[in-house]
Structure formats: C-alpha cells, structure tokens
C-alpha cells in the first residue's frame, strides 16, 4: 500500500482493515463534526464505520489512494485516519488530503502531522500539479490545518450537498517552502 509503514515524529501509519471497523465506530459518536461530512445521519454507527472502511478498502483496490490508520506511537492507539483521496470536484479530477481524528485526539497538531506527511509524500511520488483539502465553510479547525499544510482557500463550491472552501496547495509552492525560498 502507497504509505503502509510509514512514520513521523509520533504517528505510525498503517492501512486500513476490516478489524478496524469495531474501533471506527467511536469517530460516529462525535455528532458535532459528522455534520460537516455530509453522511447519512439516520444509519447507525456500526453501519456508518463498516461503509466507511470499506470505502477506503476499495479506494485501495482500485489505485484511488485512500486514509490510513494513525497509530500514536507513545500508546499503540489507533488515533485517526489520514491519507490521498482521488476526488471529483467541479468535474475535475483532483487529490485530496483528508484527515479526521478522534475528538480527545483534536487540538495535539496530529492532524496537521499526519497531513503534511501525506502532502510531502504526494509531491515527492506522484505527478499531481496540486493538492485540495474539501473542507466544510463552518469546520475552522480543518481550515487551520489545510493553512499549515501551506494550502490557501481557492474557491467556495456545493459538494455532496454542503457548502465547502477548496483549500489549495500547488507543487511550486510547496517546492519553495521546502527550499526555503
């Protein structure tokens, strides 16, 4: 898998298997945040956490990237999920950066951990000219993670019947951040 055994400063990253839904099924007691992910409400948690994983399995499958588990270091927790989404924006194909961690996880920088490590990666092994984050216009806690990923807000679009900012990030301009220009 594209990022299977990877590592940063406190994250091990790993894929996604079937033995995870059991423990994905607590990112679905966050009612607060699901509301910026367009999800089904009305399915319980177990069926969200098993379509979920099994959207990222197929992801995989079939080379469209997909999230991966973030495993805190220090406890071995299973933290988050971060990783390359293959999109469809405004009929454009575009590569995504999306990261979401459990609520007592938010607020430590390992989303912005997780997703610059996955940025770095993209632009080192693949040709993409760019890289979006879809955030909800009300999550400014995403928001703020796309900005220290060095991604600024292109354009406001609806996307799976919400309102979303399209958060930017173009090769030179990550190439000059990592050359220090």
Known sequence: MYFNGKTSARLNYRQLALSDIAKWQHFFEDEASLEYLGLDL??????????????????????????????EKETGCFIGQCGLLTQEVEGRQELEIGYHLFKEYRGQGYATEAALAFRDY??????????????????????????????????????????????????????CQKEGK
Request: proline share 1%; no cysteine.
């Open 42 to 71: 009305s399915l319980d948690k177990a069926q969200q956490a098993r379509d979920w994983i099994g959207r990222q399995l197929w992801r995989y499958e079939n080379q469209a990237y997909g999230h991966h588990a973030l495993i």
């Open 122 to 175: 993209a632009f080192e092994n693949t040709q993409a000219p760019s890289l979006i984050s879809i955030i909800d216009v009300r999550n400014s806690a995403s928001q703020k993670v796309a900005q220290k990923m060095g991604m600024v807000k292109t354009e406001q679009v609806r996307y799976y019947s919400l309102d979303v900012y399209i958060y930017r990030i173009q090769r030179e301009s990550w190439f």
